[in-house]
């Protein structure tokens, strides 16, 4: 069966330090991964998303940047955090982007 | 940018009602689904309606789309508190692989 890690669950971090979300994803070949952030009570705001190795579409521009280094692994990363990059990081993937989606349990982020 | 958008932001029932969602979205669709998601964790998918389908049912939900006025409608029958959650629609479009939410409905069943 197909599984979805997305850790840490919990980060706190200074202003001004890097940042680096790990998503790996078991059981599936050639998902499309996406993450999101949720800002607290409120939607979700797709930031990026990929559809195969080294193929990332990012949706907002922002202080922030994604990887896919393989098949099933998505990173987000940061050089330096903002106050603003504060939130609720989810990680997803879906077969071929018009099936359903499944979620990682999220990332809180909390920058200090 | 978010796509769907939901209304109302919140819903509160009484154990028993019936609770409706609303979502409206502005381009055209591959397909409409709902998720739900209770506080702090990931979210689950509910539900999925394709373009060509104008309602679906699964165990207490009932969600109905309309394409004319690029909007969708989520039922829970017979609410329980455990149903105490947001709602979230989300849409898949046919040009790209991206999906998008809105901004959700978040729901209180009273027991």
């Known amino acids: 069966s197909q599984t979805i890690h997305q850790w840490p669950a919990t980060l706190v971090q200074p202003v001004g330090s890097p940042l680096s979300l790990e998503c790996t994803v078991e059981g599936t070949s050639n998902p499309n991964l996406y993450w999101y952030r949720q800002a607290a009570g409120r939607g979700l705001q797709l930031l990026f998303y990929?559809?195969?190795?080294?193929?990332i579409s990012s949706e907002v521009p922002q202080n922030l940047s994604a990887s896919r280094p393989q098949d099933r692994q998505f990173i987000l990363s940061s050089k330096k955090l903002l106050l603003s990059d504060s939130g609720f990081y989810l990680c997803?993937?879906?077969?071929?982007?018009?099936?359903?989606?499944?979620f990682g349990q999220g990332t809180r982020l909390t920058v200090v | 940018s978010q796509q769907g958008e939901e209304d109302p932001q919140a819903l509160s029932i009484q154990e028993g009602e019936n609770a409706t969602m609303n979502c409206s979205y502005k381009t055209s669709i591959n397909n409409l689904q709902w998720y739900r998601q209770n506080s702090g964790r990931g979210l689950v998918h509910l539900i999925l309606?394709?373009?060509?389908?104008r309602e679906k049912h699964s165990g207490r939900l009932r969600v109905t789309l309309d394409t004319s006025k690029k909007s969708s409608s989520l039922l829970i029958t017979a609410s329980r508190a455990a149903d105490t959650a947001s709602y979230f629609c989300?849409?898949?479009?046919?040009?790209?692989?991206?999906?998008?939410f809105g901004a959700g409905t978040r729901l209180t069943v009273k027991p």
């Open positions: 309606i394709r373009s060509n389908e």
């Open positions: 990929s559809v195969g190795i080294g193929q």
């Open positions: 997803a993937w879906s077969v071929g982007g018009r099936t359903e989606a499944f």
């Open positions: 989300a849409t898949g479009s046919y040009n790209n692989n991206d999906m998008r």
